[in-house]
């Protein structure tokens, strides 16, 4: 049993000496000091490029800030409009915006409609195709 464990242990003793001497040639090849400084470099370089993405990002943020930008913009076309067309394109905006705000309530009514035509069940295909002109010739107009 012995000379088992005394064995092993001569074994063991080879390999780290194997360990040791490879250890050796990896640290000469390496050269700390200089690794130690190129690894400072890098550190810098990377700060710099974090530095870049974080200025890049906040450009690109406040480029993508459209609301305030939108609302500028229209107002600055209203006014072209006005200058060029006078009266009648002055009128235009406001026109178009009384239509988007009449579309989703006649939405609301149109809807309700439907639910009304489906809660009776039993009316004429005519008198729904009547309905859905009338509805089409509303949207049109």
Do not use: C, F
Not at 39 to 52: C, N, P, T
Not at 81 to 86: I, M, T
Not at 127 to 139: G, P, Q, S, T
């Amino acid at each position: 049993m012995h000379l088992g464990e005394s064995l092993a242990t001569a074994r063991a003793v080879g390999h780290l000496s194997k360990s040791a001497d490879v250890m050796k040639l990896v640290n000469g090849l390496m050269k700390a000091p200089e690794m130690a400084v190129q690894m400072q470099e890098l550190s810098k370089e990377m700060m710099k490029a974090g530095v870049i993405e974080e200025m890049v990002n906040d450009v690109v943020d406040s480029a993508m800030d459209s609301e305030d930008m939108e609302e500028e913009i229209e107002e600055e076309v209203d006014k072209v409009l006005s200058e060029v067309a006078g009266e009648t394109a002055a009128q235009l905006p406001t026109a178009l915006r009384r239509e988007k705000q009449k579309q989703p309530v006649q939405q609301e009514v149109e809807t309700t409609e439907e639910q009304q035509a489906l809660a009776e069940g039993g009316s004429n295909d005519e008198e729904e195709l009547e309905a859905l002109r009338a509805r089409l010739a509303n949207v049109r107009s």
